[in-house]
T-cell receptor, first 111, second 115 residues
Framework: QQQVKQSPQSLIVQKGGISIINCAYE??????FPWYQQFPGKGPALLIA?????SEKKEGRFTISFNKSAKQFSLHIMDSQPGDSATYFC??????????FGKGTRLHILP | DAGVIQSPRHEVTEMGQEVTLRCKPI?????LFWYRQTMMRGLELLIY????????DSGMPEDRFSAKMPNASFSTLKIQPSEPRDSAVYFC?????????????FGSGTRLTVV
């Protein structure tokens, strides 16, 4: 059973555009939702995270939007740059338990 | 801190051979995770340790896989005998706790190719 469903699998965006990656979860006990970024040849690295008591969190060009009632959350990358080209993983966990990762989205920003 | 250190970075081996992957976690972290990444299955959690004790090994594919953590600064993942379907990138990650909200720090991975 896939507890965190991520879409799309791959995404191509023009430089300067907005990249949007979506995730949905089933377990209402999840209370922490991080996003990880992975560059080729490297391990995933924590990018930004949100808790369900807020609907949005912004760090620079990266924003997480969270919809608790729909059990969905998304990552928005504003003014996307070629250096943002990477694989992005959404994830979820509940207090005291391990992270569950989505299957990842390969993002390519066209120069 | 040098981060999570994995070795080797690349490993090519013949089917049937024993393969040992190594990991040095970040000093002070007490949780360690082994993941496998493939295009088809994404990131799969194989096993994780807390304070050197295996907590959950339900992700280990079969008896050919084994993992140990003899002390707080070293862990191994062994595959014996190896098979072509084991070809993947294997990541080690460490954390202050196995709860997700402490954040996991990943190593750069070992790319395993079994021919």
């Amino acid at each position: 059973q896939q507890q965190v469903k991520q879409s799309p699998q791959s995404l191509i965006v023009q430089k300067g555009g907005i990249s949007i990656i979506n995730c949905a979860y089933e377990n209402t006990a999840f209370d922490y939702f991080p996003w990880y970024q992975q560059f080729p040849g490297k391990g995933p690295a924590l990018l930004i995270a949100i808790r369900p008591d807020v609907s949005e969190k912004k760090e620079g060009r990266f924003t997480i939007s969270f919809n608790k009632s729909a059990k969905q959350f998304s990552l928005h990358i504003m003014d996307s740059q070629p250096g943002d080209s990477a694989t992005y993983f959404c994830a979820a966990s509940r207090t005291g338990d391990k992270i569950i990762f989505g299957k990842g989205t390969r993002l390519h920003i066209l120069p | 801190d040098a981060g999570v250190i994995q070795s080797p970075r690349h490993e090519v081996t013949e089917m049937g051979q024993e393969v040992t992957l190594r990991c040095k976690p970040i000093s002070g972290h007490n949780s360690l995770f082994w993941y496998r990444q493939t295009m088809m299955r994404g990131l799969e959690l194989l096993i994780y340790f807390n304070n050197n004790v295996p907590i959950d090994d339900s992700g280990m594919p079969e008896d050919r896989f084994s993992a140990k953590m003899p002390n707080a600064s070293f862990s191994t993942l062994k595959i014996q005998p190896s098979e072509p379907r084991d070809s993947a990138v294997y990541f080690c990650a460490s954390s202050l706790a196995y709860a997700g909200n402490y954040g996991y720090t990943f190593g750069s991975g070992t790319r395993l190719t079994v021919v």
